[in-house]
């Protein structure tokens, strides 16, 4: 299973991009999903994320401005940001959290889609 994320690039300081996030082969559960960023010099860190149970989370540095959401029958992630600023610069990554029915349980990233804010 290979994530391809997209949507990335440049905008400008409170514009807004939609990235996706899609698995190459149909996954039959998806358990959780999220995305995490990281910018040059830092570590990485979880963005957005829908758990388990279908409960969102968001890092407090994006709330009321990004929305994760997946379509499990498309296999894909999307993450809506908009308000963007130049600390949301960083590559984003998506992540699948699946198992199936014989309880084996794996994950997947995608390799990343790089998003700049500037003006």
């Known amino acids: 299973v290979q994530l391809q994320a997209s949507g990335g690039g440049l905008v400008q300081p409170g514009g807004s991009l939609r990235l996706s996030c899609a698995a190459s082969?149909?996954?039959?559960?998806?358990?959780?999903w999220d995305w995490s960023r990281q910018a040059p010099g830092k570590q990485r860190e979880l963005v957005a994320e829908?758990?388990?149970?279908?409960?969102?989370n968001y890092a407090d540095a994006v709330k009321g401005r990004f929305t994760i959401s997946g379509d499990n029958a498309k296999n894909t992630l999307y993450l809506q940001m908009n308000s963007l600023k130049p600390d949301d610069a960083a590559v984003y990554y998506c992540?699948?959290?699946?198992?199936?029915?014989?309880?084996?349980?794996?994950?997947?990233w995608g390799k990343g889609t790089l998003v700049t804010v500037s003006s």
């Open positions: 992540h699948f959290q699946t198992y199936n029915d014989y309880d084996v349980w794996e994950d997947y």
């Open positions: 082969v149909n996954i039959y559960r998806i358990y959780a």
């Open positions: 829908i758990t388990g149970a279908g409960r969102t």
